[in-house]
């Protein structure tokens, strides 16, 4: 029996890694049949917290650009001849929610999504988002790392 991935998660951000998980996962979602696509955008609330004028006119203005962009892929999925792709603006822990909230609600069958664009200190900082997906994960997950034609991509 060969593996038919029905329900793809993909978080963007708007870097160029998400784009490339976007990019492959709408091949993916094309070649198995009916499958749906789900782009999510997750408003990391807890950046926010340290600002000592918090204003909500700041996380409206973050929404109001993520929602630009997905609406952007959303289109463009279309064009490619996805019927079934829609997005949602999740707000909280970005690693929580893509690696299990999202899932679970979803059905999540695999999370693509792009490789890092941190550097080492980073990661020992603040961690690295696709790191703890792959580690907790409740499905499989495919961490993109390559263009379409699997050529590496160097990341501006």
Do not use: W
Request: net charge negative; hydrophobic share 40%; glycine share 4%.
């Amino acid at each position: 029996m060969t593996q038919q991935y029905k329900h793809i998660l993909v978080p963007v951000d708007g870097s160029q890694e998400a784009e490339l998980a976007f990019q492959k996962a709408v091949a993916v979602a094309r070649r198995n049949e009916g499958s749906e696509l789900h782009l999510v955008h997750v408003v990391d609330t807890r950046a926010f917290q340290n600002i000592s004028s918090f204003d909500t006119a700041m996380v409206e203005q973050v929404t109001e650009t993520a929602k630009t962009t997905l609406d952007k892929y959303i289109a463009e999925a279309k064009d490619k001849g996805l019927e079934n792709v829609d997005y949602s603006i999740e707000y909280g822990a970005p690693k929580v929610v893509i690696a299990n909230d999202m899932p679970k609600q979803l059905h999540t069958d695999l999370i693509m999504i792009g490789a890092t664009g941190l550097n080492a200190v980073e990661r020992l900082l603040i961690g690295s988002v696709t790191e703890y997906v792959t580690r907790t994960a409740v499905c499989d997950v495919l961490v993109v790392r390559s263009d379409l034609d699997n050529k590496p991509v160097k990341i501006k």
